[in-house]
């Protein structure tokens, strides 16, 4: 099962940023966050992940607490292009049940113009 | 550099038949997975191969089954097919788990 938790919906205005939140309350030392996205009827698209670091590539920024809790990622400019379900998943990096991606339900952003 | 390829794109088969299912990774790439997607259960892993090892495999009957050659190259078979195998069944690969995976665009499976 998924150990994450995340808003079935959000919407956010083109140009605008999008914030989006995943709990993982459960995660421990090992396990890093990482996020995909699927755009429908595509195949997901890996957009980041990190351990405790605050990370950022050329798609988006990952902000993880200090606590590794929860996390949010941040989509600075939004475009009607990244309109699509975003996964956060929790996995370790090495071994066993570490090979395969849980995903939950995600979260169905809406980029509005 | 060429992405994850899945052949075929779109498969019609009828209850009772089987099917295999073609994935070329991106090159280089050794670890090859497979995940099932469904309106109903959304995304599935069925199952992880890295160099030609099958590492970990997800919670499907035994008529789902996979295999992965030397160059890295999968098929998944499913036999026996059943309506409730109608989905989208993606393929992913990567250098190592370490890494973030690159999803194929998919085989949409129907079964009739």
């Known amino acids: 099962d998924a150990k994450t938790t995340q808003p079935p919906s959000m919407d956010c205005a083109e140009g605008r940023a999008a914030n989006l939140p995943c709990n993982h309350s459960t995660i421990s030392g090992n396990e890093y966050v990482y996020w995909y996205r699927q755009i429908h009827s595509q195949g997901p698209q890996y957009i980041i992940h990190?351990?405790?670091n605050n990370e950022t590539n050329e798609m988006a920024s990952l902000i993880i607490t200090e606590d590794r809790k929860s996390s949010t990622l941040i989509l600075p400019h939004a475009t009607l292009r990244d309109t699509a379900v975003y996964y956060c998943i929790v996995r370790g990096n090495s071994g066993g049940s570490n090979y395969k991606l849980t995903f939950g339900k995600g979260t169905l952003l809406t980029v509005n113009p | 550099k060429a992405g994850v390829t899945q052949t075929p794109r779109y498969l019609i088969k009828t209850r009772g038949q089987q099917v295999t299912l073609s994935c070329s990774p991106i090159s280089g790439h050794r670890s090859v997975s497979w995940y099932q997607q469904t309106p109903g259960q959304g995304l599935q892993f069925l199952f992880e191969y890295f160099s030609e090892t099958q590492r970990n495999k997800g919670n499907f009957p035994g008529r789902f089954s996979g295999r992965q050659f030397s160059n890295s190259r999968s098929e998944m078979n499913v036999s026996t097919l059943e309506l409730g195998d109608s989905a989208l069944y993606l393929c992913a690969s990567s250098w190592t788990e370490n890494y973030g995976y690159t999803f194929g665009s998919g085989t949409r499976l129907t079964v009739v």
């Open positions: 990190g351990l405790k």
